[in-house]
């Protein structure tokens, strides 16, 4: 089977989120990989972690971890959600 990987791109505020959740309930066998959770997971947890400059370098760690899981133990569809326009 092939998959599909959907890539949201947008500004702060632009919908990317929402649009990546409808699509995941029209989509079936698919995920939302939202980069905004992975934040939220770093600042309820790791909040030391974050006040670094290197704070994107360790969410972004963390998103590739999520999506080489859904790449390699799933046949999941990828929406990758919250990739900012920089």
Avoid: W
């Amino acid at each position: 089977m092939k998959r599909l990987v959907i890539i949201t791109v947008g500004k702060t505020h632009s919908g990317k989120t929402t649009f990546a959740k409808a699509l995941e309930q029209k989509l079936p066998n698919s995920v939302v990989i939202d980069q905004d959770n992975h934040a939220a997971f770093l600042s309820a947890y790791y909040k030391s972690l974050i006040s670094s400059q290197d704070s994107k370098v360790l969410k972004h760690a963390i998103t590739q971890t999520v999506v080489d899981f859904v790449i390699s133990q799933t046949d999941k569809h990828l929406i990758l959600c919250n990739s900012n326009l920089d």
